[in-house]
């Protein structure tokens, strides 16, 4: 069955149909080598478990690749986060996370007052997140718009489910790219008590780099998704205008389990695991379906309703050792803007579609004047 292909393809009809019939609730996707996962019960049992590791790029090595490009490649992803393990992955995650920590609270996440028929991700959502990242980073919206752009390549490298050998000798010439990038905005700033690379100095380059394009750009996209579909669910559930003061916690966590950016995590077997009379195999894939998980119906209840008793944990932000790092300032900024969504109820839906790529989902939206 090829079920990651049809994963990307059409995600929300998909789902129903495999979960209906299946009563392990675990697949096998011979194209993909990949277990799916589907409900929180074998996330809990496998995500935690030593024998997966999150370095799903290990095939890189093996790549008939130029060697520069080998070691561009290795360098920049044994210092993303998400795909390192054990004590270096430790040490990164305590890193970003204490910058995270220290500086989210002085953050201005003001949401503007809606005044315009729009498409509302280019008006809105995407300058809020750069004008939220800036003061992250300590630098400017152009800096930070400039970042994001260099780095939208390297980011098709992880949510693409398919990449030639060409298309990977691009993904290494935009990381050269991006340091470039991130080289000019350091000259730029360095010393100056914001700028978030100060932080960083007594890391050589090839750290201190990857890891400011990883704080910049892993959580760009999805934070963009993320307002998007909170926007979309305001308006599509007109009862909550009266909520957005009282219950902006609810609401935004509910928009964020029932359309988790992120649709999908993935972790590599690197010994065999015995599970549920299945064995899941060294080199294997086990893809974690946050989408589905979100929805599994032992834990929430009527799950594809807009339902503010939910009060169990969603998985739109992973779990165990690689929670999103930044979800803290995510949950912060969402609660923000569901307070002062009122003037969004001046608007209607003008148009909208989902976008749904292997892994990513995200979608266009247009308002208009009611
Ligand atoms: C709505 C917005 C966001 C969503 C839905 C989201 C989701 C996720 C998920 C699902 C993971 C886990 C990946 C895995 O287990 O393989 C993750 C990891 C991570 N996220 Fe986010 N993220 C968001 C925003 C952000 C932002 C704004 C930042 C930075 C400012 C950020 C930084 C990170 C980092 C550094 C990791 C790696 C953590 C680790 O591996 O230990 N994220 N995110």
Not at 36 to 41: I, Y
Not at 80 to 91: A, C, L, R
Not at 101 to 120: G, L, S
Not at 317 to 335: D, I, M
Request: charged share 25%; aromatic share 12%.
């Amino acid at each position: 069955m090829i079920i990651g292909k049809r994963l990307g393809e059409d995600r929300f009809k998909f789902y129903k149909t495999v979960l209906a019939g299946n009563t392990d609730q675990l697949l096998f996707d011979e194209e993909f080598n990949a277990w799916f996962v589907f409900n929180v019960r074998n996330l809990h049992t496998l995500i935690r478990d030593e024998r997966l590791k999150a370095n799903t790029k290990t095939v890189i090595d093996k790549l008939p690749l130029k060697i520069e490009t080998i070691r561009t490649l290795k360098n920049f992803y044994s210092n993303w986060v998400m795909f390192t393990d054990g004590e270096s992955h430790k040490q990164l995650r305590r890193l970003v996370g204490t910058i995270i920590n220290t500086r989210y609270h002085a953050i201005n996440y003001t949401w503007p007052q809606i005044n315009k028929n729009c498409d509302f991700t280019t008006e809105y959502a995407r300058p809020y997140v750069y004008g939220i990242l800036a003061q992250l980073v300590g630098v400017s919206v152009e800096d930070i718009s400039r970042m994001v752009s260099a780095s939208e390549t390297i980011n098709s490298f992880l949510l693409r489910e398919r990449l030639t050998l060409d298309d990977i000798e691009q993904v290494a010439h935009s990381i050269e790219y991006a340091y470039q990038v991130v080289k000019e905005i350091e000259d730029k700033h360095v010393g100056e008590p914001l700028y978030i690379g100060n932080e960083l100095l007594d890391l050589p380059q090839e750290t201190r780099y990857p890891l400011i394009i990883n704080l910049v750009t892993d959580g760009f996209a999805p934070f963009v998704a993320a307002l998007d579909f909170l926007a979309f669910n305001l308006l599509t559930h007109p009862y909550l205008e009266e909520e957005l003061n009282a219950k902006a916690g609810q609401i935004s966590l509910e928009s964020l389990r029932l359309f988790p950016p992120f649709t999908t995590i993935s972790r590599t077997c690197v010994h065999e695991i015995p599970f549920k009379e299945k064995i899941i195999r060294p080199r294997q894939l086990v893809i974690f379906d946050l989408y589905s998980i979100n929805r599994d119906p032992e834990v929430f209840p009527d799950p594809e309703k807009f339902n503010l008793e939910n009060t169990a944990r969603a998985y739109s932000f992973g779990a165990a050792q690689h929670l999103c790092s930044g979800n803290p300032l995510v949950r912060k900024a969402l609660e923000q803007v569901t307070r002062q969504s009122e003037s969004l109820y001046k608007y209607k839906i003008q148009s909208y579609c989902f976008k749904n790529s292997y892994g990513f989902t995200d979608m266009n939206l247009s308002i208009e004047l009611k």
